[in-house]
DNA sequence: TGGTTATTTAGCTGATTGGTTAATTACAGA
DNA sequence: TCTGTAATTAACCAATCAGCTAAATAACCA
C-alpha cells in the first residue's frame, strides 16, 4: 500500500475526509472550522487531516496559531485518470465495436474454459 | 464505512484488488486464473474477491466447480461522479472559476441535487 | 508575565485488514 | 465410488485505523 494511488483511494474511503475535501472545495479553512460539523474530537480530526496530507490532497500553512488547509486536488486527477479507462464498461452509449472487442477478448483468455457465455448485449 | 462509496474507495485502496479489476476488463476469469500472478494465497485472493463482490465490483457465478467473476463497473460510475466534482481545482483552465463557483453555489442554496448539470468540460 | 485559544502529541482502546495454514465443501471424470 | 481440482471456511496473527482523554506546544492578547 506504498503506491501513490492506494493512498490517494484509502485516503477517500472515509466520509469524513471526502466532507473535509468537499468544504475545502469552497475555500480554505482552519481545523476548528473543519471540526464544525463533526461530533468526533479535534485530535481525530487532526489524524484525518494527517492523512489527507500525507495523501498530498491538502496542504497546509501558518497563520498565527491557525493551520489553514487548503484544497490540492493534484491527486484527484490520477484517480480520474484511472477510472476512466474503465468508462466503457459503465457507459450506456458506448459504440458497438468496443464492446464486441471486449467480448472477444474475454473468449480468447477464457480460452481454456470453452465458455462461449452468449452475453446478452442491451442496446 | 457503511455508505456505498465509503465501500468502493476502500475496495480500490489495495494494488492487489485493482490489478484484479484490470485483468478482469479484458475478459472474466476464474478464481485460479487471477491469483495466478500473485504470490499471495488463493484463501487470500478469495478475501479480495469478496471485498470487491461486496462492493459491487465484481459479480460471480457458478460453471462446474469454477466461480468466474465479471466486472462491473456501475460503482465506478460513481466514483467518476464523485471525482468530476474537483475537476476545476486540477483544470488548467481557471478563468471561468468565478462563474462557476458561483453556479455551484447557486445550486447548492437553491435545491438538494438538481441533475441539471450536464456539463460539457471545455477547453 | 500570565491567560486564552488553536492545534498537535502521547498513549490507550476496540475494530478492521491482509495475510497465513489446515480443514472442508463442491464438482468432474474415470 | 474414489480421486483430483477449485474454491471456501475456520482459526489465528500482526499491523493499521479511527476514535478517545489528557497533556503539551504554539501563538496571540492583556
Known amino acids: 500500500m506504498n503506491d501513490h494511488l492506494s493512498t490517494t483511494f484509502a485516503a477517500l474511503a472515509d466520509p469524513t475526509r471526502r466532507a473535509i475535501l468537499a468544504k475545502l472545495a469552497s475555500g480554505d479553512a482552519s481545523v476548528s472550522e473543519l471540526a464544525g460539523p463533526f461530533s468526533i474530537s479535534m485530535p481525530a480530526i487532526t489524524k484525518h487531516l494527517k492523512v489527507l496530507e500525507n495523501a498530498g490532497l491538502i496542504s497546509r500553512t501558518r497563520s498565527a496559531q491557525f493551520r489553514p488547509c487548503k484544497l490540492e486536488a493534484a491527486p484527484l486527477k490520477e484517480v480520474a ?6 468508462r466503457r464498461f459503465w ?11 471486449a467480448e472477444v477478448q474475454a473468449e480468447e483468455h477464457a480460452g481454456k474454459k470453452k465458455k462461449k457465455h452468449k452475453k446478452k448485449h442491451k442496446h
Chains 1, 2 share one sequence.
Not at 81 to 86: F, H, I, R, S
Not at 91 to 101: G, I, P, Q, T, V
Request: charged share 35%; proline share 0%; hydrophobic share 35%.
Open 81 to 86: 485518470g484511472w477510472v476512466e479507462e474503465y
Open 91 to 101: 457507459s450506456e452509449s458506448f459504440d458497438r465495436l468496443e464492446a464486441y472487442l
